[in-house]
């Protein structure tokens, strides 16, 4: 059939396939370029209507300055929620790893009991558990600790993760174990040595997916942290942008959306294969 | 160590004989840590909330068993009710347009052409950016004064004085809608895409041959072999517009008048906002028997089809 369609016909077909692309492309991305660039203008600038949408009377970077002086200011919610997804990410690795080496190699009680108890938690929506899980941070005294949202964030990874890495574990096949071990290889060796750097893409997948859900999670934070100075980035800024400090400073809420997207893009262009693939591994099974 | 090895190696039948050695018990060291978390984390507050919801429970105070009566204040709870209408007429809008803007995209990059990898990251990169990122950035696009939609159309000559979008329930309503394609639709995108891709090609060509159109590949080859598919790109679309709180919260705060209130938010407003712990604890068994009968149908409609494979 190819050979059918004329030269010219084949070109107004490739042209029509690449304005159709570029003009989604541009739907797509419009809003986050428009932010950052806005962003960069001179606060008075800011405040008008963003056309176009760089700064013409002069780059600037007061949006960001003015930003640190809200509340506990950008920085410390930055801080916070940096704080929150890196221990998001490391505890959710370490704990799906181990339980997936534990599901993928060991026998033991209550095997299937417990995998099937983990996986089902994803059928359950914890927006309806927010305000148990207030009440067990506070008997924990947990309670508006940063420490207590990392245990909620981490316990919402595990279905997905645990998963993964229990199905990662299991593609390793077994001949490598047995030569370990033949080699007197112990079960910490066995597991960190061995096993790790060969289950090593799937660890890639579940911490990025850690980071961006704790990066952006909004509800339980907006719930369970009451104290300004535990605000992540979300909070902080929807506090701001709802004028809890005064009139609302558009250019100081196109900075902080700016910040608050900027880590999730650059880890996703960078880690793409691993993103899809985590979507495609929960699409196929 | 040897015969551990071959405990995990060998075959079921004999793996009974030597495999109940103690060295497998370790595998309860491994997965202990999880498990606690997911009892302290889910399954006892799971248990609070049924516990709660047949309590009066305010945040302070004493709290009071009282039966069902949480739930029957619910029946009458006609706001309650409102939220729930809302989040399923929104359910519907939303999935319907998002299937209609990302079925088609998942066609375009389906094949891999030049730029496709390039266009389908462009297209999925509102996906990755978290949802009070979106709202925060559409609800100053979306801003009467400040923002883009608004004044640009007033710049253009398209309207006579400048418009709020957000004052009135349907121009707030559909923005919200397309707020929400635009940052759900890539995601949408490559779930039908993976779906697209397991068709075997050579079915498609049978079909070419056959002297099949386009239009008739599409509805006998492509819909039903994408149906696991379809249905799991459905219900990741359904659960979540149901469970939507961060878009109407933040560019809405549940208006105008309360028109645009879900159900978490319903929720979250009589838990967090007037601390009626109790009876948040009731709504919140509502909307979980919901999810979960959702679960379910999940769990249906992804049976391996009969037949093939």
Known sequence: ?285 | MTTITASTTAPPRARKLVGAGRRQWIGLLYVAPAVALVMVFFVIPLGMTAWMSLHNWPLMGEHAFIGLDNYWAILRDTRFWNALKFTGYYTVVVTIAIFAVAFPLAIFIEKPRPLTNLYRTFFFMPAVVGFASASLLWSWLLNVDSGLFSPAAYDLGLIDKKFNLLATFQPAFWSIIAMVVWKVAGFTMIILMTGLQSIPQDLQEAAVIDGAGPFARFRAITLPLMRRTLALALILSVAGSILAFDQFYIILRGGPRNQTLTAVYWIFNQSFVSFKLGYGAALSMVLLVILVALSLIQLWLLRKPEGLD
């Open chain 1, 1 to 285: 059939m190819a050979q059918a369609i004329s030269a010219r016909g084949k070109f107004a077909a490739r042209l029509a396939r690449h304005s159709t692309g570029i003009i989604a492309s541009v739907l797509f991305v419009a809003p986050i370029v428009w932010t950052a660039l806005s962003a960069f203008k001179p606060a008075a600038e800011a405040r008008l209507p963003p056309l176009p949408p760089w700064p013409t009377t002069g780059f600037s970077l007061e949006n960001y300055a003015t930003l640190n002086s809200f509340g506990d200011g950008l920085w410390a919610s930055a801080q916070n929620s940096i704080y929150v997804s890196v221990m998001t990410v490391l505890l959710s690795v370490i704990v799906s790893v181990l339980a997936g080496y534990g599901f993928s190699r060991f026998r033991f009680p209550f095997k299937d009991l417990f995998f099937v108890l983990i996986l089902s938690t994803i059928m359950i929506p914890f927006q309806s558990i927010l305000t148990p899980i207030f009440l067990v941070l506070t008997k924990l005294g947990l309670h508006n600790t940063l420490t207590g949202l990392v245990g909620v964030y981490v316990t919402l990874q595990l279905p997905f993760s645990i998963f993964m890495m229990r199905n990662a574990f299991d593609a390793v096949p077994r001949e490598i174990e047995e030569a370990a071990r033949m080699d007197g290889a112990g079960n910490a060796t066995m597991l960190l040595k061995v096993m790790l750097p060969l289950v090593w893409p799937g660890v890639v997948t579940i911490a990025l997916f850690a980071f961006l859900g704790a990066w952006n999670e909004f509800l339980a934070a907006l719930v369970l942290m009451t104290d300004q100075s535990k605000f992540t980035l979300p909070v902080m800024m929807t506090a701001l942008q709802s004028g809890r400090f005064g009139a609302i400073d558009w250019g100081a809420v196109q900075a902080g959306v700016t910040v608050m997207m900027v880590p999730c893009l650059i880890l996703f262009l960078a880690l793409q294969r691993f993103y899809i693939r985590g979507l495609m591994a929960g699409a196929v099974k």
